[in-house]
């Protein structure tokens, strides 16, 4: 179990950077992500792009805000539960909040502020009309354990990276495996891409391109796919296991059914402070509305530090706050 | 042909044909002027060929320009793709598009 003043769903920029003003309040803040890595979509889609809008920057690539941000926050010593999505919160007896991630970590805390962003990252589904039936009876959006496919009939769908990989650590394991692409070149790293054309020509992975699967039959699991190949009738194949791998989208999630005011996929907030329909509850950056809301980093680093000030008053009611420019008391971190 | 504004057609989900105003000088492309009718179009990595929420197919027969690599690699991780599959922000708005008719491509989960 962890305490903490203020829990933060998600580690993007937003997140983050309000640890710090957090932390000049001598609040603690811990934070969940269902991404393995820090750094919400900056990580997770444009690492390598450079940012023109971030004051003070010129220009920095999205990695290296991250980066920076993390260094700065350090001093506050701040808590993280990586790659796990925050799923349940209850309000507790003691006027507190009660989160359960998808891995059944607890963590209690006065202050919520949600700064998920887009949503949670998930795998794109591809829209085949009974593959909710199937998952985990044949369908596998993420490998966990590729041992899983010993003796199996496999079929990779996607072409990218991990398509490519997979593909060719599964040729060793599986008894077939298959791999579809909508068309024949692949934009993995070209070092996976020529292993797979070796494997293809040796006949150890199927290679089906200019191909998608449509349709998926079995019984209570999985016993073929319908592929789509062009110049051809549609044809089934047979497979225990579709690993359709199509990268990540994010999606609203668990945050939509908090009761809290949701408009157009985001939550509704009061700009005096941020907060939410439920006291205790704020929102931040990309994942708020409200009149003249703009998605922007900057934007989401205004909006952390004006909630941080009433988070404090929530959380100690009586006290008075004095404010104080980082230049005149320093950076004082926690031991 | 009023001066620096073309005609487009856009197709939404439920069939319906939207006639739309697009001006060639504001460096604008197909997804930020479905955005601006408010069509249901996400737009979520803002034009980057980064998110592919703005697939579209191409009903009229303009000659576009080739998709980049950084498309065809989008569209790999879209679905529903078809030979005249497009990304919106890909589609620049200039002259040669007068008339262009799209179809938003269907969104997952929808
Ligand atoms: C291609 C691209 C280019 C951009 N360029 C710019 C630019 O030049 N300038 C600019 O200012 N902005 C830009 N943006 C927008 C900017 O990236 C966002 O405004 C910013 O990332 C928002 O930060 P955030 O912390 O609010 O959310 P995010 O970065 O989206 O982070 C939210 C995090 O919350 C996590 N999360 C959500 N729900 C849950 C849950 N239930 N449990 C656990 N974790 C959860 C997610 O996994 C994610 O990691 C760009 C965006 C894209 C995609
Ligand atoms: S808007 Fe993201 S790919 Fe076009």
Not at chain 1, 78 to 86: D, I, Q, S, V, W
Not at chain 1, 160 to 173: F, N, Q
Not at chain 1, 210 to 217: D, E, H, P
Not at chain 1, 314 to 324: A, E, G, R, T, V
């Amino acid at each position: 179990m962890i305490q903490t003043d203020i829990l933060i769903i998600g580690a993007g920029p937003v997140g983050l950077f309000t640890v710090f003003e957090a932390g000049l309040l001598k609040l603690k803040c811990h934070l969940v992500d269902s991404l393995g890595q820090p750094g919400g979509q900056l990580n997770e889609i444009y690492p390598k792009k450079p940012i023109y809008d971030i004051p003070g920057y010129p220009s920095i690539l999205a990695g290296d805000l991250t980066e920076n941000l993390l260094k700065q926050i350090e001093p506050f010593k701040p808590g993280f539960t990586l790659g796990e999505r925050a799923e349940k919160l209850e309000k507790t007896d003691d006027n507190k909040f009660k989160l359960t991630t998808s891995r059944g970590t607890i963590i209690y805390a006065p202050v919520v502020a949600i700064a998920g962003g887009l949503g949670c990252f998930e795998p794109r589904k591809p829209p085949i009309e009974n593959i909710d039936f199937y998952e985990d009876k044949g369908v596998d959006y993420v490998i966990k354990d590729p041992e899983k496919y010993r003796g199996k009939k496999v079929l990779v769908a996607g072409g990218g990276d991990s398509a490519l990989d997979w593909s060719i650590i599964l040729a060793d394991i599986a008894d077939e495996v298959a791999l579809v692409h909508r068309r024949t070149s692949f934009r993995g790293a070209l070092d996976s891409v020529e292993k797979v054309m070796d494997l293809a020509q040796k006949g150890k992975i199927n290679l089906i391109t200019n191909a998608q699967a449509v349709g998926l039959n079995g019984d209570s699991v999985l016993k073929e796919i319908v592929i789509e190949e062009e110049g051809k009738e549609n044809y089934n194949y047979q497979v225990d296991h579709f690993i359709p791998l199509f990268g990540l989208a994010p999606k609203l999630g668990p945050i939509a059914d908090w009761g809290l005011e949701i408009e157009d996929n985001a939550i509704k907030v009061n700009t005096l402070d941020y907060s939410t329909n439920i006291p205790g509850i704020y929102a931040i950056g990309d994942i708020n509305t409200y009149p003249g809301k703009l998605k922007l980093i900057l934007c989401g680093f205004h909006e952390g530090t004006l909630m941080i000030q009433s988070a404090f008053k929530h959380i100690y009611p009586d006290q008075k706050l004095s404010f104080k420019y980082t230049t005149v008391a320093g950076v004082n971190g926690f031991e | 042909m009023q001066d620096n504004i073309i005609q487009v057609t856009v197709v939404d989900r439920e069939g319906i044909e939207h006639n739309l105003e697009a001006p060639t000088d504001m460096a604008m492309n197909m997804m930020e002027v479905c955005k601006s009718y408010e069509l249901p179009v996400e737009g979520t990595c803002g034009g980057m060929a980064l998110c592919a929420s703005c697939h579209v197919y191409v009903l009229s027969d303009h000659e576009l320009s080739e998709p980049s690599e950084d498309e065809e690699n989008m569209l790999d991780q879209a679905f529903f793709v078809k030979s005249n599959s497009r990304l919106g922000c890909q589609i620049k708005i200039t002259e040669v598009i007068d008339g262009l008719i799209v179809q938003l491509a269907p969104v997952n989960g929808e």
